[in-house]
């Protein structure tokens, strides 16, 4: 299958994409240093670099007051969201983890976005079924465990205000997504992928940033 003109990501143009999109400030770079000096087992998971820039974009094109993460790990992607909000903003951060999450809490602190951001230590799925069940969500992201990603992805629908967004992470699972025998998290997303482009309430493209992201705005 041709591939037109995409053009294939060498890690020099991955230098300079990073080098023309906003550098991360100082307390995000420290965050990213200090998840891999103190977590190298688990810091694959934080959101690619590039993505800061972009989550804060998107929270800012849509006028974001109100944001829910689903997986927060050590905060990275919730800093750069929160840093995006009005001061009056607010950012639902849902994870299970204590320990990572505390890294966030100290970044987010040094930010000066702390008040910004709700942390809610329990399963997703509980802390989104106990959202009110009005459309008031203005931006989502989805990053956390895939098997439950269309459970969550059910939950976040009905409460996205029209226009309202969600990004969901890797969706193309470091490349495994093209598997038709693949079982665990990459059958999941592959699951995902098909759920979200059947779903007619939302407009939905996948883009091959990072590793996958996929963009879908309420109709
Ligand atoms: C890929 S990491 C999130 C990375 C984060 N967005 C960042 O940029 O640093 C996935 C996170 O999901 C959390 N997680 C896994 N299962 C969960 C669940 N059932 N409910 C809430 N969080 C969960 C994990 O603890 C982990 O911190």
Redesign the pocket.
């Known amino acids: 299958m041709t591939k037109g003109n995409s053009t294939k990501i060498t890690d020099e143009l991955y230098a300079y994409m990073l080098a023309h999109n906003p550098p991360l400030d100082a307390v995000q770079r420290e965050l990213v240093e200090t998840?891999y000096a103190r977590l190298p087992d688990h810091a694959g998971?934080?959101?690619a670099e590039e993505?800061a820039p972009i989550l804060a974009f998107l929270v800012r094109l849509v006028n974001a007051r109100h944001v829910v993460?689903?997986?927060?790990?050590?905060?990275?992607?919730?800093l750069a969201m929160a840093q995006a909000l009005p001061a009056d903003g607010k950012l639902i951060a849902?994870?299970?983890?204590e320990e990572?999450?505390a890294y966030g809490k100290e970044a987010w602190a040094k930010a000066g976005v702390a008040d910004r951001i709700e942390l809610r230590i329990?399963?997703?799925?509980d802390t989104l079924r106990a959202m009110p069940a009005e459309p008031h969500i203005d931006f989502a992201?989805l990053?956390?465990?895939k098997d439950?990603y269309i459970a969550y992805w059910e939950e976040l629908v009905p409460r996205l205000r029209p226009g309202g967004l969600i990004a969901a992470?890797?969706v193309l699972f470091h490349g495994r997504v093209v598997d038709p025998g693949a079982t665990g998290a990459p059958a999941a997303i592959r699951a995902f992928n098909e759920h979200v482009v059947a779903d007619e309430r939302m407009d939905s493209v996948l883009l091959t940033v990072a590793d996958g992201l996929t963009l879908s705005r309420r109709r």
């Open positions: 998840t998971m934080q959101s993505q993460e689903v997986g927060t790990f050590t905060g990275f992607s919730a849902c994870d299970v983890s990572w999450t329990a399963p997703a799925l992201y990053d956390a465990d439950n992470d890797n």
